[in-house]
């Protein structure tokens, strides 16, 4: 059999390529092809980007670890945050919690120990009157919520690096973690911990610790948001395993600095 | 495709990446940010949940925080770009009061030509002059809101912590201003839109 093309097939072919010469030979259209491949490239290159990171969500969760990185780099224990007033003091302060007031854990302060755990080697546990004993001081900060609201509010307690002097924490581990009378959770970085204005709160506006506050003892930390200061502190554990907290599980970013 | 096509592009290349990528930032950010605002409504009222972006507080924050990243090393890229090769006297240059209101009464009347679009007039200079102020406002009383004790003297600057939410929430209202705007006028003349695409 005689590889021949029939006539009209052949003009056809020829009609073709005169056409795609035509096509190729007009820069505009030719710059359209070529932008149509780059298109194709593009959303080629995105589905195999979520194809790989699962969804959105996982982009979104990656980039809030990175934020926490971001942040922890920024962080320098140099810098203090603002100092207000006595004047300025929202009063009554403002109660935060993830249910109403009514609801806030009640402690005997009497019966109550600090539980220290992990990390570190001295962990006898701690009577309210025992951490009265070590040096106070106070500050007037402000307390910086997620949600969009700050107050100015006055704390006073023991500055958190001389508790854990105190309790010779291992600083060389990463995470300071708390846990609440309450249920809350929360954790925080080890140079938060020993930031100058991080405070063990024993005292708010000058008065023990009201309940609404967080009785026994919160922790006070005007570099971050108003989540990562929990309340109602019973026990404090350093480790290097990561332990998130109650908000970060649902969703929050877990440095929460401010 | 030689260079010399290239060159004759009315948007070159990296701007037009730019010009994307801060689009899409912008729009995240904003659609985002009203989900942020409806958190606590500091100016009284809501935004309806319909067009926010975001389920909750949390997933709108981190859209919100995600996004900024694009937004911010794509502004700082345009900024450094202009400013090494002088472009900024070049397409905004010869700005005048006059020649605003010249042009605005043009515009207004139909009567502003369009024949060549790689050249801005006043009002389009005005506008996008504009736009990059309210970026740069928004980015910087944005850091305030995000790390207020890392940025001290930015914190000072805007009036202090509360008054940041305002001049970010102010910023915001003029960057959409400009979006609206903006989008309807590249409607009504399309090859802007082309150019903005392919370059041409």
């Known amino acids: ?258 | 495709m030689g260079s010399n096509e290239e060159l004759n592009d009315i948007h070159p290349l990296w701007l037009r990446i730019i010009h994307w990528a801060n689009a899409f930032a912008i729009i995240v950010l904003i659609l985002s940010g009203w989900r942020i605002y409806n958190a606590t409504k500091f100016l009284g009222f809501k935004i309806p949940k319909e067009i926010v972006l975001g389920s909750d507080l949390a997933h709108a924050l981190r859209y919100h925080f995600a996004a900024m990243w694009i937004l911010l090393i794509a502004s700082i890229l345009y900024l450094l770009i202009n400013l090494v090769f002088g472009r900024f006297p070049k397409q905004f240059g010869g700005i005048s009061i006059k020649g605003i209101w010249q042009d605005f009464r043009a515009a207004l009347s139909g009567k502003l030509p369009h024949d060549d679009i790689s050249k801005y007039n006043m009002v389009q200079k005005l506008a996008y002059i504009s736009a990059i102020f309210a970026i740069i406002i928004v980015i910087m009383s944005g850091l305030v809101l995000w790390k207020s004790v890392q940025f001290p003297i930015l914190r000072t600057i805007l009036g202090g912590y509360e008054a940041a939410r305002y001049i970010h929430f102010g910023a915001m209202t003029f960057i959409c201003a400009f979006i609206i705007i903006h989008v309807v006028m590249a409607l009504s003349v399309p090859k802007t839109i082309k150019a903005m695409i392919w370059g041409r």
């Open chain 1, 1 to 258: 059999m005689k590889d021949e093309i029939p006539e009209e097939i052949k003009n056809d072919k020829e009609a073709i390529l005169k056409e795609a010469d035509k096509l190729l030979k007009d820069a505009g259209k030719r710059r359209l092809f070529g932008n149509i491949l780059t298109l194709g490239g593009l959303s080629l290159a995105t589905g195999v980007l979520i194809k790989n990171y699962g969804s959105i969500e996982n982009i979104l969760s990656a980039v809030s670890k990175f934020n926490d990185d971001a942040q922890l780099a920024l962080f320098s224990q140099n810098d203090l945050a603002p100092t207000y007033s006595e004047s300025e003091v929202l009063r009554p302060f403002r109660f935060n919690a993830f249910y109403p007031p009514s609801k806030a854990p009640v402690i005997d302060g009497g019966d109550f120990k600090l539980a220290l755990s992990g990390k570190i080697a001295n962990k006898t546990p701690w009577k309210l009157e025992r951490l009265a004993a070590l040096p106070q001081t106070e500050q007037i900060t402000r307390h910086i919520c997620v949600e969009g609201w700050s107050a100015i509010g006055r704390w006073g307690g023991v500055k958190f690096s001389t508790f854990l002097d105190a309790i010779e924490a291992d600083k060389t581990c990463k995470y300071i973690g708390f846990k609440c009378a309450d249920g809350y959770y929360e954790s925080i970085d080890m140079k938060t911990a020993l930031h100058p204005q991080t405070l063990l709160v024993l005292t708010h506006d000058g008065e023990v610790l009201p309940i609404k506050y967080g009785f026994p003892l919160k922790i006070r930390m005007p570099t971050k948001l108003g989540y990562k200061n929990a309340k109602h502190i019973v026990e404090i554990f350093a480790t290097n395993i990561f332990p998130s907290g109650f908000w970060e599980e649902r969703g929050y970013n877990w440095f929460g600095g401010s």
